[in-house]
């Protein structure tokens, strides 16, 4: 088993990675009472719910299945939480336990933040995308209409048990999505690991195991690295959101759910790259490196045709990281090497996009 | 200018206690950045608002107003404020702004704690219960169907102003209410207090402006203390819920908004010291002179008719002091001496309901 602490002093908290994890690691010890809640979704219920369970026997064990997809991440899905929880007459000593992807480590991390003012919770990522990114650094949250992610809290986990033998009922789609967020520890902060991963791009489209198990411990060592220094994202954390800014934009202007997360970030990363590269900060053969890497994945090179730039400038323009009113942008200020910047002029960022659509 | 601080390290912050305090005091240096969004309802807005606004002058300023009443303490009323603030792209460098009572202050906190994962606010409570109780300390939250304050989080101001002036304009069906929580820390912690409101109470149900003070500045003192000590109600900070266990079950049955929440308390104290008296810890007049007070501020002294012993336990076995399936109450150990037990055996609780029904 790999193991990594994030380490937020009496906040801090395990992550663990391996294959079989749900079934035969020790995690239910992080439940302090006798009262828990599983938190899931219609996909994920079929196929690792019962083990779940199994692992709770003797406990009042509560269970909420919710609708899958990012559409379903709102404040109203969010409430079949709560009924739930106090249908059952849950305590302030319940521990949720998060049993699937992003969407649902996000908002049953939101959920245990809020009810009755903060229950401790546990993240059971089931896919690659929450395994590298979601599921570790406290961020939780729904989305509203207006914008992503934009009602929440920071709120941790006890831990965070990453079973890796979930990812072979991933569809093909959603993984290739989670490798994005992979790449994205490199492109900001690793350039080794960026290096190893284009080495073993093959290897991990086609899910070695070995493979797998090395690069979600990296890309939670990266992740977990910049938390620690910046839990809030007062500056450095901001990071983190290569390609974001952009890619919300997207997922705004679709509407969620038709495209992934991870889809619209690598798309959203390839443009911070091809800004990046316009300012001369990298290379132009490191944005070709980046697009082929990607297109081997069959991620999406190009935003939805029907969005204009002035679409995304509107979008971008509630991007969390607005400050007095000026976008600030994370981009590559050389490989492996990322900056947050508001110094960029608007008709640039029109040009990137255009460049690609 | 009466002041104190709520002292918690990093998150501490002053309490200003004066007449006219919303004109003239120079709390708009609380607001950090250029934007600020005020809260308020229908019922405050048209008195203070303007005089708020005309403090803000040159900010980007928005300004919700909410619809008056316990009733609407809820999740869908609470997204009319994130709507709001996405709809004038509001940063995470915005300040709330709760202008009103405890309802506006609970929503107006909440909806700060959750904004793009958290903003600053301000309190400028307008109701004496507001003053004494609500906007201190940190607790936020709204209402579920199924309890009270159920979805919430622990998130502290930026600073509290007390203007009381404001009082002149309060129903005085609410003053009363405000009064039953003053009457509270008393009865908690602070004999010397409840002996002064006994001998001042008429000058208090006349509004007195002096004793008035002095009343928030001794009840802020008492939940400030508390609140330092427990910040997030590990253990002490719960004696200050005297009357509230059996108080939300009234609220709660009666569907929020028919009894005012002091109103609710008041009965609830009450109980608590019927209790407290059956169980020969505090004397049988401590519980009569405890009636005369609310009496004479006339609060109710009775439940609803139509609410059985058998509601109240069922809706009281859904507060947040619940522990393992234990029922915990907060009772008088003596007068002005509070404490937190899970001893009491049901059918003396029931014999305390009936006792006032």
Known sequence: MRELTLDLGERSYPIRIAPALLAENDWPAFIAGNQACVVTNETIAPLYLESVLARLDGKRVSVVTLPDGEEHKTLSTLNQIFDRLLEDNHTRKTTLIALGGGVVGDMTGFAAACYQRGVPFIQLPTTLLSMVDSSVGG?????????????????????????????????AREFAAGLAEVLKYGLIADLPFYNWLEANWDGLLARDPELLAEAILRSCENKAKVVAEDEREGGRRAILNLGHTFGHAIETATGYGSWLHGEAVATGMLMAARLSADLGWIAEVEVERLASLLKCAQLPLKPPADMTAEQFLSLMARDKKVLDGRLRLVLLRGLGEAIVTDEVDQAQIVGAIEALR
Chains 1, 2 share one sequence.
């Open 139 to 171: 961020k939780t949250g729904v989305n509203h209409a207006l914008g992503k992610n934009m009602i929440g809290a920071f709120y941790q986990p006890e831990c965070v048990i990453i079973d890796t033998s979930t990812l072979a009922t991933l569809p």
